[in-house]
């Protein structure tokens, strides 16, 4: 819903598209934070001016939302939001300070991220039927690119035949926030990548990126989600089976095996270790197992 009291927000969502390249989808997510504190401001306090806007409102938003019973999570979002957008209008000169200085976000209770195990992957790949078509094929491949590189969602059904550097076995892979990375690949998958790209079936005009549907067309995410749930569903009964999952498990595997953090952290594309360092945790309970199956005195 547009905020007409508060021309500042287009601004600002321009500055994230156009400047910092942020993706359509965390443009949208900003958006929405920000109209709904915008329209609270002007609902509830007749739409004071960005100067006059303090903490107590901000908290008083925050207050009616725990109400609703939104999630902290989603709450810690549309603070990080609201600071992100005052951060900007000081930056510019539009504001002297800002009202989040003394908002305190709401404590999340932390999950190990969910992941399929080594053996169950290696069922997926080594025994499970793929159909023998164009379909299949592409679905096996994406499955593999996922687990072997951790790549997300949007990185894998954006990514183009440009970004591949067979010479090198690697692949140029663009990020939140339109960040590159340089993700090795073994050479048996570049390979297949490239069998893949040799065979496409006739493509539709203007499509360029690496996977393509039997009709020409780019994957489309939610198809994506659709076929990683069905074929995950046949080796494993974790409850969350999305490609997500295959990233957590591709981190999860190569710290149990002995991984360096800040490599996998560069490999994830991760800003920061603290992201990366929740895979830790999966490592303690792994080396709590193999204590006590293998300890006398466990």
Sequence with gaps: MPVPQYPQLQTFLDYLKFEKRYSQHTVISYQTDLEQFFAYLTSQFDAPPLSNITAMFVRSWLAEMKEEKISSKTINRKISSLKSFFKYEIRTGALEQTPMTTVVAPKISKRLPVFVEQKDMATLFEHVTFSDDWKGRT??????????????????????????????????????????????????????????????????????????TENGKSLQARSVYTFVKHHLTQVTTIQKKSPH???????????????DLNAVKELLGHSSLAATQVYTHNTIEKLKEVFKKAHPKA
């Design 139 to 212: 679905e096996r491949l994406v499955l593999l690119l996922f687990y072997n590189t951790g790549m997300r969602l949007s990185e894998l059904i954006n990514l183009k035949e440009s970004q591949l550097d067979p010479s090198h076995s690697q692949i140029k892979v663009l990020g939140k926030g339109n960040k590159e990375r340089i993700i090795p690949v073994p050479a048996w998958l570049m390979e297949d990548i490239q069998r893949y790209i040799s065979e496409k079936p006739v493509r539709q005009e203007g499509i360029i990126t690496v996977f393509i």
């Design 245 to 259: 999952i295959l990233r957590h498990s591709f981190a999860t595997h190569l710290m149990n095996n002995g991984a």
